[in-house]
């Protein structure tokens, strides 16, 4: 597209729009959407666009309700389409309301602040005035008021409630409330300071500041952090929960010698660890290393960067929303709420198209993937013993695996550490949503817990069957193509599942720094060889796993193994009469969607850049980038 050639790329969490995506972004969209016509030559324009990088970083949580897009208006391609809005300088800001009509321009948001905390501001503004329909996945910005409060729980099912204190002109509960939309089990509103009641019941004396509300009265003030305790006791919950063998995420020169550097640490005990939260217990943020290594991090440092904005407020939203996030109980949701206007306002028929953005990766199609393979394509075997059962295991085992990153959080960090751009701590090999990671580990413990050499499918059916019946612990039924949906039924779907799923594992793998380089390319190779329908597509497979599996040594390796064996199937598929006329086999990815992936050598041949493509791979199929949109 024209923007990944302009200045932004596939990582910055920012929608290209061309003349292609456009009316798919723009138009009918359940989120609103902050669109920046730009020309790549323009300096104001050049110097504008770290900051909308940063914004885009910043807001990441609030897509479901606003996202980012951009235009470079310089492309021959976009003359016509940026015309048609209506630009006449760059940059312009262009605020796009959920559900907007074929033919809205937008409204320009004229003199726009340059920097993150202002645009952020604006943007919150924007929604405030944001007529019907409301973006669903938006969540009330107004204040709450005493009587909203005392009913609240009879109206809303949520654990905890986060009252943030403040006075009419500061954001920072709006901006928490937009920061945790994508979390379940918690609400977070603001309470205005003049709100003189509720001030006076809980004490409050400090604008702005956080208390969790519950439905007995009760209320706990959240501290800023003093210790890492609850961190530590985080990663032994998860320790606990995944039946997990601690490696030594050794900090080295990255970090200090700490008591605790042994994992498990010998001074901690489980029941210490492992006992929730109660709710009046202080909460901790944990303290990081800085990346020099000489000292933990303490306030001052890390919001050093912002040193210009208010630091108070800084901390207070970052610390907030870190905090209120981690809560027990706080769960990532992964799914803006399904709403109910939608059907009227889209005229969807049977089986709708699904609007998509075509360099993007969905949890719709990794969910339909799993869908099929564990319902379809396995209930064709009727037992599974020998190698096919150790296959069927390792490929389960696969999918719930999940590790500690400590190490690469801490290499990754940048100089300017905040914990807003922290990696999450726990890399999970299959990113999926809880209640679908429940049903996979619950199938996982039963498969491991099998004593026999053999199992029927009809036993393992009652296994997936069974515990789906709470909603907890659920894969959903059905096929929900997105990103493989073909422009026939018979295109697409399944296989471009597999891929998809195959590529997003070896990447997560890859960034969890899993131990054995082969460990996702051997499940492939196993899975595919004794289950994948595709009898033909299983012997090609295997034929290409025979020749150059063995020379996988690396974890990076591996990615870029897949990748380039999928490009040997892809040439090879080229025109073949399965090829979808909508999405013709290629090289992938395609120039536009990585120019510094190619390169032409002297001879006018083309060449890969390698590592280029790797950091491409890295990102594309990231845990963070998958989208959420058209979940059950
Ligand atoms: P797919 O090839 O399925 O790709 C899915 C998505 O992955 C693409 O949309 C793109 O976003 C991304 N992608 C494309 N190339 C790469 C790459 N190199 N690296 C990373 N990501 C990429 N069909 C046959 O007719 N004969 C076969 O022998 C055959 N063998 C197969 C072997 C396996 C293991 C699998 C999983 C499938 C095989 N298929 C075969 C099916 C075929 O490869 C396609 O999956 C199917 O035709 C659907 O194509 P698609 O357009 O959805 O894109």
């Known amino acids: 597209s024209a923007t990944e050639a302009g200045l932004y790329s596939a990582t910055d969490q920012i929608i290209s729009l061309n003349a292609e995506s456009v009316e798919t972004v723009l138009v009918n969209s359940t989120a609103a959407i902050v669109a920046e016509f730009y020309a790549s030559w323009c300096g104001h324009c050049v110097a504008f666009s770290p900051v909308y990088k940063s914004l885009a970083r910043d807001i990441k949580e609030w897509k479901p309700a606003v996202d980012l897009a951009a235009v470079d208006c310089a492309a021959t391609e976009t003359r016509q389409l940026c015309f048609d809005y209506g630009i006449k300088g760059y940059p312009t800001l262009k605020f796009f309301h959920a559900y907007s009509k074929e033919g809205s321009k937008g409204l320009s948001l004229k003199g726009f602040p340059r920097d993150v905390r202002g645009l952020r501001h604006r943007i919150i503004d924007q929604l405030e005035k944001h007529q019907e329909p409301w973006p669903p996945a938006c969540p009330p910005l107004e204040p709450i008021s005493q009587a909203e409060i005392d009913s609240f729980f009879e109206t809303n099912n949520v654990q905890h409630l986060a009252l943030i204190f403040e006075d009419d002109k500061s954001y920072i509960g709006r901006e928490v409330t937009l920061d945790l939309l994508q979390f379940e089990n918690i609400a977070v509103r603001r309470v205005l300071s003049t709100e003189e009641g509720l001030v006076t019941k809980l004490g409050v004396t400090d604008f702005p500041s956080c208390y969790l509300y519950y439905p007995s009265g009760n209320f706990t003030r959240l501290q800023p952090p003093s210790s890492p305790s609850l961190y530590r006791g985080e990663v032994f919950n998860f320790l606990h929960e995944n039946n997990a063998i601690a490696f030594l995420a050794s900090p080295a020169k990255q970090a200090p010698a700490r008591h605790d550097d042994r994992w498990p640490p010998s001074s901690l005990n489980w029941s210490q660890v492992n006992a929730p939260l109660p709710p009046q217990a202080n909460l901790f943020l944990p303290a990081m290393p800085d990346t020099s290594g000489d000292h933990w991090m303490n306030d001052s440092a890390s919001t050093s960067v912002h040193s210009h904005q208010?630091?108070?407020?800084?901390?207070?939203?970052?610390?907030?929303?870190?905090?209120?996030?981690?809560?027990?109980?706080?769960?990532?949701?992964?799914?803006?709420?399904?709403?109910?206007?939608?059907?009227?306002?889209?005229?969807?028929?049977?089986?709708?198209?699904?609007?998509?953005?075509?360099?993007?990766?969905?949890?719709?199609?990794?969910?339909?993937?799993?869908?099929?393979?564990?319902?379809?394509?396995?209930?064709?075997?009727?037992?599974?013993?020998?190698?096919?059962?150790?296959?069927?295991?390792?490929?389960?085992?696969?999918?719930?695996?999940?590790?500690?990153?400590?190490?690469?959080?801490?290499?990754?960090?940048?100089?300017?550490?905040?914990?807003?751009?922290?990696?999450?701590?726990?890399?999970?090999?299959?990113?999926?949503?809880?209640?679908?990671?429940?049903?996979?580990?619950?199938?996982?413990?039963?498969?491991?817990?099998?004593?026999?050499?053999?199992?029927?499918?009809?036993?393992?059916?009652?296994?997936?069957?069974?515990?789906?019946?709470?909603?907890?612990?659920?894969?959903?039924?059905?096929?929900?193509?997105?990103?493989?949906?073909?422009?026939?039924?018979?295109?697409?779907?399944?296989?471009?599942?597999?891929?998809?799923?195959?590529?997003?594992?070896?990447?997560?793998?890859?960034?969890?720094?899993?131990?054995?380089?082969?460990?996702?390319?051997?499940?492939?190779?196993?899975?595919?060889?004794?289950?994948?329908?595709?009898?033909?597509?299983?012997?090609?497979?295997?034929?290409?796993?025979?020749?150059?599996?063995?020379?996988?040594?690396?974890?990076?390796?591996?990615?870029?193994?897949?990748?380039?064996?999928?490009?040997?199937?892809?040439?090879?598929?080229?025109?073949?009469?399965?090829?979808?006329?909508?999405?013709?086999?290629?090289?992938?990815?395609?120039?536009?969607?990585?120019?510094?992936?190619?390169?032409?050598?002297?001879?006018?041949?083309?060449?890969?850049?390698?590592?280029?493509?790797?950091?491409?791979?890295?990102?594309?199929?990231?845990?963070?980038?998958?989208?959420?949109?058209?979940?059950?």
């Open 310 to 632: 208010p630091c108070s407020n800084i901390q207070a939203r970052t610390f907030y929303s870190y905090a209120l996030q981690r809560l027990p109980g706080v769960v990532r949701s992964g799914k803006p709420p399904p709403p109910d206007t939608v059907e009227s306002l889209t005229n969807r028929t049977d089986e709708p198209w699904r609007p998509f953005n075509r360099s993007r990766v969905y949890m719709a199609d990794l969910e339909s993937t799993l869908d099929y393979s564990l319902r379809v394509e396995l209930a064709a075997h009727s037992v599974f013993s020998g190698h096919a059962l150790v296959s069927l295991k390792k490929y389960i085992s696969v999918l719930v695996k999940a590790r500690l990153a400590l190490c690469a959080v801490w290499q990754q960090m940048p100089p300017s550490w905040d914990p807003r751009h922290m990696e999450p701590v726990v890399s999970q090999y299959f990113p999926g949503r809880p209640m679908v990671m429940n049903l996979l580990k619950s199938l996982n413990s039963w498969l491991q817990d099998q004593p026999g050499d053999e199992i029927s499918y009809e036993a393992l059916e009652k296994i997936i069957d069974n515990r789906a019946q709470s909603p907890n612990t659920t894969l959903p039924q059905g096929a929900r193509w997105v990103g493989c949906q073909g422009s026939q039924p018979h295109f697409r779907g399944y296989p471009c599942g597999v891929w998809t799923l195959f590529h997003v594992l070896s990447v997560q793998a890859k960034k969890a720094e899993g131990t054995d380089a082969k460990e996702v390319l051997s499940t492939m190779r196993g899975y595919v060889h004794h289950f994948f329908g595709c009898r033909q597509c299983a012997e090609h497979f295997e034929e290409m796993a025979q020749k150059g599996l063995s020379e996988v040594n690396t974890l990076s390796a591996a990615v870029l193994w897949l990748w380039k064996r999928h490009n040997l199937v892809n040439n090879r598929l080229a025109g073949a009469l399965s090829e979808d006329p909508n999405f013709p086999k290629i090289q992938w990815p395609s120039p536009e969607m990585c120019p510094s992936c190619h390169s032409v050598m002297e001879n006018g041949e083309h060449r890969w850049n390698q590592d280029q493509v790797l950091s491409f791979l890295l990102s594309y199929y990231s845990s963070q980038r998958i989208l959420t949109d058209y979940l059950e």
